[in-house]
Nanobody, 125 residues
Framework: QVQLVESGGGLVQNGDSLRLSCVAS????????MAWFRQAPGKEREFVAA????????YYADSVKGRFTISRDNAKNTVYLQMNSLKSEDTAVYYC??????????????????WGRGTQVTVSS
């Protein structure tokens, strides 16, 4: 059974940091690109960051470049999103997803086939 389980969300203040984690089953994780998307209230889901297999390539939305860092621990089947200097506009549900292993990685939601249920991040001003 394919599973992606996110954790690490919460309520923080402007300028704070959070680290999200996504644990996947081995079959889900191995040899695949992993990504984070987010959906704010009333908005479409949008690409945040992705990391190719086995981890050499990382890609970011312009809105998070320099503040967020995606990484993966292949031995633990886990992908992380370190979020620093959080802003109120980062408030959203964050989703982990599995995508095709190719370069450049896809930023299109429709090309990702497995998704977690999401974790809420709320940044208070």
């Amino acid at each position: 059974q394919v599973q992606l389980v996110e954790s690490g969300g919460g309520l923080v203040q402007n300028g704070d940091s959070l680290r999200l984690s996504c644990v996947a089953s081995a079959r889900t994780f191995s040899a695949n690109t992993m990504a984070w998307f987010r959906q704010a209230p009333g908005k479409e889901r949008e690409f945040v960051a992705a990391i190719s297999w086995p981890g050499r390539g990382t890609y970011y939305a312009d809105s998070v470049k320099g503040r967020f860092t995606i990484s993966r621990d292949n031995a633990k089947n886990t992908v992380y999103l370190q979020m620093n200097s959080l802003k109120s506009e980062d408030t959203a549900v964050y989703y982990c997803a599995r995508g095709p292993n190719r370069l450049p990685v896809s930023t299109k939601e429709g090309e990702y086939d497995y998704w977690g249920r999401g974790t809420q991040v709320t940044v208070s001003s």
